[in-house]
């Protein structure tokens, strides 16, 4: 007999008070739909049931809209949130630039019908106060109020079994908050998984999430359980979400969807058990738009979408970061000057908390105190007269002087990350290897 199983998309509404208790909450309509633009704009009725939206409807959504067909849309309250069904429409139902067939959505969303908007958004509820302060959440510190309100809300989400999207420039702790996250969840005993959906090669990462039977494809003279078995009963963090290749994300989707994983090269299909926290740097409502990410999946990613500021947003927090790295690397009472402080503040850190680190261990390591030059890259120069080149050898040497203080600057923005470097980049891994090699660099992996 199986066990049961916890589905990707959990069953409990995504409330305020449900994340604060880990329960469904019980109480009135959970969603209101509100015309935000036109000829009906501004009429807002709560959800219950199933609504009908069109111009010739009976007891649902009656809009004036001509552009609207007689029954366009079905929406319907379902404990995973809100069903959106296209009836057939003349026009169609579009959300962030893609046309909808059907997709569920659990939190604030948008839909186009002809000419007029519609806005499916949560109920507002009492409990819905901000979280008590706090300067930590499992790993992660702060003490600024974006940091604050941020660790409030994924300690209420870490009790459900809600998909996360953490949303943020590189740098900035996804992975440690995903990792919190998994701590301060019921599945904390169970196995943390991450998968970096950049840093895989396109044509392995399906093998990598899903695993493959022994003679696959070429290559395959094992078995392999992929990352989504190996994390059942608990969490996989995917990392870099936003990279995962379109031709993949439909079988991905799938396995959301149905709680089941079919390895490559095998008819077979397992049950896992898996809450997924997905991050990336990208805006993914834009990814959408251009056709590059699949709107369905991105709905059934962010049921909790949640942006992680950058470090120059919460400057404050900086003093008590660079103490407790001090901290780690072993020295504690390092004497941080007012001066030193004031110059930390106010550096714009584009690498986020990954540089702030790197900085601390070039300070210990090399007695070096200077931030970077903020100028861009781009102002490499001659330092020689090249006037007696060619133009193809004078034009060579200044793409090596650029290449060169491009990847050094890249290098310290993305700590040393390889995989960080090729992303920023828009380069492959092994071209960035390459070019590292070629120029005497060196980076971690």
């Known amino acids: 007999m199986l066990p049961h199983r916890m589905v990707f998309s959990s069953t409990e509404p995504l409330t305020p008070s449900a994340l604060a208790e880990g329960r469904p909450e019980a109480r009135g309509p959970r969603f209101r739909v509100v015309v935000e633009t036109g000829p009906d704009a501004r009429r807002d009725i709560p959800l219950e049931g199933t609504l009908l939206v069109g111009t010739q409807v009976e007891g649902g959504l009656r809009l004036s809209d001509p552009t609207v067909s007689r029954v366009h849309l079905e929406l319907q309250a379902r404990p995973e949130g809100v069903r959106v069904r296209d009836v057939g429409s003349r026009n169609g139902t579009w959300s962030l630039g893609v046309r909808i067939h059907e997709v569920t959505v659990a939190g604030e969303a948008r839909f186009t019908l002809g000419k007029t908007t519609l806005l499916v958004m949560p109920e507002p509820t009492e409990e819905a106060a901000e979280p008590a302060p706090r300067t930590t ?91 989504l078995v190996q994390a059942d009963g608990g969490t996989v963090f995917l990392d870099e979400v936003g990279e995962l290749p379109l031709e993949l994300q439909p079988k991905l989707l799938r396995v959301l969807e149905s709680g089941t ?130 133009f193809k050898e004078a034009k060579e040497r200044m793409v090596e002087a650029f290449t060169r203080e491009y990847l050094t600057a890249l290098l310290a923005r993305c700590g040393n990350n390889i995989s960080e470097v090729a992303r920023t980049a828009g380069l492959a891994r092994s071209h960035v290897h390459g070019l590292l090699n070629r120029y005497g660099l060196k980076a971690g992996d």
């Open 137 to 227: 959440f499992g790993r992660a510190l702060g003490q600024s109020a974006a940091m604050q309100k941020l660790f409030g809300v994924l300690e209420r989400t870490a009790r459900s079994s809600f998909s996360v999207l953490l949303l943020g420039e590189t740098g900035t702790g996804k992975e440690l908050l995903a990792e919190a996250i998994h701590r301060a969840s019921p599945r904390s005993n169970r196995p943390f998984v991450i998968v970096d959906c950049g840093a895989v090669v396109p044509s392995l990462i399906e093998s990598e999430l899903f695993g493959h039977a022994k003679g696959a494809f070429t290559g395959a003279h094992t078995e392999r359980q992929g990352h």
């Open 261 to 390: 994983v079919r390895r490559v090269g095998d008819n077979a299909a397992k049950e896992v058990d898996v809450r997924v926290v997905a991050a990336t740097h990208r805006d993914l409502k834009a990814e959408v738009a251009a056709g590059r990410f699949r709107a369905d999946l991105y709905y059934r990613l962010a049921v909790v979408p949640v942006r992680v500021p950058a470090l120059r947003e919460r400057a404050e927090d900086i003093p008590m970061l660079v103490r407790h790295l001090f901290q780690q690397a072993g020295q504690p009472d390092f004497p941080l000057t007012e001066e030193l402080v004031q110059r930390l503040v106010g550096y714009d850190w584009p690498g986020n908390v990954r540089e702030l680190r790197n900085f601390v261990h070039r300070v210990l390591a090399a007695g070096d105190a200077e931030l970077p030059d903020t100028k861009p890259v781009s102002t490499v120069t001659a330092t020689e007269d090249l006037s007696g080149l060619t």
